[in-house]
């Protein structure tokens, strides 16, 4: 079955994988749901089941508040966590992807199509990795060839054409980098496909749902809002292919994690990101509905602050070209 179409539930089953440092958590949030099936229809209960879940998230959060850099990227990679065509699915309507890059074939690995918006007519991108091995290798886990970035810019094209916001959802280790893409030219595909968002003359919110990697990240994050999950990452290389450049070990990722300042609480107090979405107590992958519905709401939010100030083809660009040139700038 393709994950497009696989039953979606508000709690995906968490015994698939679990992380050592979230086990006890799981285990609590487990038997919470375990307790509301068993007393369902029983109204009588559902006052103390309620106290039970606020007890049950505050000691998530506060576990989940001492989680170390390399244990937020590892949450950002858990594979119970919502992809893109979770979030589709559950946010937008009426959703019609699109296929091909006129040039060379499909890739799988990006989503992309029409969708709306409550209501709003807009363009829809996004990495999707894939659940179970099957889908994983037809996704390419996740990681697009050039022919997905062609796909990206086509429909970036698209909606410049037609006036409409594009909407991204970011979760990439970074773009296939094996022979074969770069006979393609994948490099000049990733380049051209940040030239078309840059200049797109419509609003631009891209959202980070899990890791987002180098330009294969990046060539869906040119946007005038950028948000992330609480723990999502984002940065221009994996820990384990730092820790491999500068220590010349990849076992060194957890002290790469660290120094990189690749987690949301860093990408917001270095301007990477302009806002934090709060996941779902014990993270995204513990409640697919509540996560898609703090996505949505946070979306919306941003294409109506953008509504908000001049939306003018040639302020939106200029807001974005001034976003990134002041990116790293030392003040004095």
């Not at 050592?20 to 009588?44: N, S």
Request: proline share 6%.
């Amino acid at each position: 079955m393709s994950d497009r179409h696989a039953p979606h539930t508000s709690h995906p089953p968490h015994g698939l994988h679990v992380l050592p440092f979230e086990k006890p958590i799981v285990e609590l949030l487990a038997r919470v749901r375990e307790m509301r099936e068993l007393a369902r229809g029983d109204r009588g209960l559902e006052p103390e089941l309620r106290k039970l879940e606020d007890r049950t998230a505050k000691l998530a959060r506060q576990v989940f508040s001492e989680l170390s850099p390399w244990q937020k990227v590892q949450l950002s990679r858990h594979p119970n966590r919502p992809y893109t065509l979770d979030y589709i699915s559950r946010i937008f309507e009426g959703f019609c992807e699109l296929h091909g890059d006129r040039t060379f074939g499909d890739d799988p690995s990006i989503v992309a199509g029409f969708a709306r918006l409550r209501g709003r007519s807009v363009m829809v991108v996004g990495h999707q990795k894939g659940r179970g091995a099957k889908e994983r290798v037809k996704r390419n886990f996740g990681m697009p060839h050039p022919e997905g970035y062609r796909k990206a810019r086509r429909v970036y094209e698209l909606a410049s054409r037609f006036g409409l916001p594009i909407v991204t959802l970011v979760d990439t280790p970074g773009a296939f980098p094996g022979i074969g893409a770069e006979e393609r030219g994948q490099s000049e595909a990733i380049g051209a496909c940040l030239a078309a968002m840059s200049r797109a003359p419509v609003p631009v919110v891209a959202t980070i749902i899990g890791e987002g990697g180098s330009g294969g990240a990046l060539a869906l994050a040119v946007a005038n809002r950028v948000l992330v999950l609480e723990y999502g990452t984002y940065s221009v290389i994996t820990p384990e292919g730092c820790a491999s450049i500068l220590w010349k070990d990849g076992s060194k990722a957890d002290e790469a994690a660290a120094r990189m300042k690749m987690t949301a609480p860093d990408l917001l107090r270095l301007g990477v990101v302009d806002r934090v979405i709060e996941e779902p107590a014990g993270g995204a992958h513990q409640n697919h509905e509540e996560a898609a519905r703090l996505v949505g709401a946070a979306i919306v939010e941003a294409l109506g602050e953008i509504d908000g100030s001049s939306t003018s083809p040639a302020s939106l660009i200029e807001h974005r070209y001034q976003r990134f040139r002041a990116m790293g700038a030392i003040t004095g």
